[in-house]
């Protein structure tokens, strides 16, 4: 039986990045993960963020991949007491900022990808959850999971979601 784990995602808006969501998932598969994402594997009738409570609380970690989503031509952003210029960036979907916020609360393992085109804000900054967050460009596809960089960060982040995972298999005792 694999253990569940939730993917936090966007709807994929080209096949480049639909090819990169379906190595991952298959990739995660083999290794004897069960990626769940609302509206993909799991639905529900309450209100997103009730659903997405739910499945992660059925989850042993997350993994997020914050893909291109909304494109900014030009744009100015106020960083660290001025304005700067930003060109030719990309913003991802809120959830890939909200679903790894609720998973941290949760005290779930958590991996975030996120493509090098994507703004690093807020929760997909480096060092904001602690541990170290892996930059990747589309144009590798699938090779990225072949990398020296992702391999060992899943391991790391699959030995933690196992951990849960037996944690939760075996209650605490009570004397």
Known sequence: MRIPIFLSKPSPICKEQECFIDCLIEFLKSEGLEPRTL?????????????????????????????????????CQYKEGCWDCVED???????????????????????????????????????ALGSFMSVFDMKDGCDYFCSDEFLELLREWEADVRAVAKNKGNPPRLY
Not at 41 to 55: E, F, H, S, V, W
Not at 96 to 114: D, K, N, S, T, W
């Open 39 to 75: 509206g993909v594997t799991d639905y529900d009738t309450n209100a997103p963020l009730k659903g997405i409570r739910r499945i992660m609380m059925e989850s042993n970690g997350l993994l997020a991949i914050a893909l291109k989503k909304t494109h900014i031509e030009t744009g």
């Open 89 to 127: 960036k990309w913003l991802t979907s809120p959830y890939c900022q909200i679903e790894p916020a609720m998973a941290f609360q949760l005290g779930l393992p958590v991996l975030i990808l996120r493509d090098k085109s994507v703004i690093a804000d807020g929760i997909l900054e480096k060092g």
